[in-house]
Each structure stands twice: as structure tokens, then as C-alpha cells.
Nanobody, 125 residues
Framework: QVQLVDSGGGLVQAGGSLRLSCAAS????????MGWFRQAPGKEREFVAA????????VYADSVKGRFTISRDNAKNTVYLQMNSLKPEDTAVYFC??????????????????WGQGTQVTVSS
């Protein structure tokens, strides 16, 4: 069993930056693909970014490419999402998620086995 704790959200002006963290319990964290998703009010949860176990491969949603950076520190069992040049449309609850592996696309929520509780990001214009 893996537990994920998201943190780092807050209120920021457009153009500002935030860094989200996701701390994981469990000894097998380093073998999991980790993802970040977000959900705005009245909308479905959407993919933001994912990073493979080694940290060598990363993918991003087109809407955040060039502004957000996902990274991980396996020694600290933590994955990060650095968010720069934030826009009001980035406002959402952000969730980290862990995929134990197997079939499924990293872009879909159904692929992930564990979820954090979410952290609110609000970007004012």
C-alpha cells in the first residue's frame, strides 16, 4: 500500500510560480510511474504531467508544456511539479498519482492505483 500526500498549493498572481510536492510512503516508490492531474470546478480530472521511475522520461499536457516541470527524488520518495508562468486557467485542485505498472495509458486516471488528497492552486488575474 502506498500513501500520497500532496502539498504546496496556494494563491498566486498570474505570471507567478508555485512548486507542488507529493510525498509517498512505501519502499517501492522508486519503481512507480508518477503523475500529476488537476480538476477545475465542474470539469473532469485532466492529465498534467507524468514521470517514469528513473526520471529519464517525462510527458506533459500541451497546455502546460514549457511552463511546468515534473521531477522526482527517489531517495526522498517525493515527486515535484514546478509551475511557472501561471495563468488563471491553471486554477484547479492538483492531485498526484502513482502507477504500479502494467497496462494502461499514463494519460488516463484509470491507470493509476494510488492518489493524493489534492492541493488547491488558485491563480488570480
Amino acid at each position: 500500500q502506498v500513501q500520497l500526500v500532496d502539498s504546496g498549493g496556494g494563491l498566486v498572481q498570474a505570471g507567478g510560480s508555485l512548486r507542488l510536492s507529493c510525498a509517498a510512503s512505501g519502499r517501492t516508490f522508486s519503481s512507480y510511474t508518477m503523475g500529476w492531474f488537476r480538476q477545475a470546478p465542474g470539469k473532469e480530472r485532466e492529465f498534467v504531467a507524468a514521470i517514469w521511475w528513473s526520471g529519464g522520461s517525462k510527458v506533459y499536457a500541451d497546455s502546460v508544456k514549457g511552463r511546468f516541470t515534473i521531477s522526482r527524488d527517489n531517495a526522498k520518495n517525493t515527486v515535484y511539479l514546478q509551475m511557472n508562468s501561471l495563468k488563471p486557467e491553471d486554477t484547479a485542485v492538483y492531485f498526484c498519482a502513482a502507477d504500479r505498472g502494467g497496462s494502461g495509458s499514463i494519460y488516463y486516471t484509470e491507470t493509476y492505483d494510488y492518489w493524493g488528497q489534492g492541493t488547491q492552486v488558485t491563480v488570480s488575474s
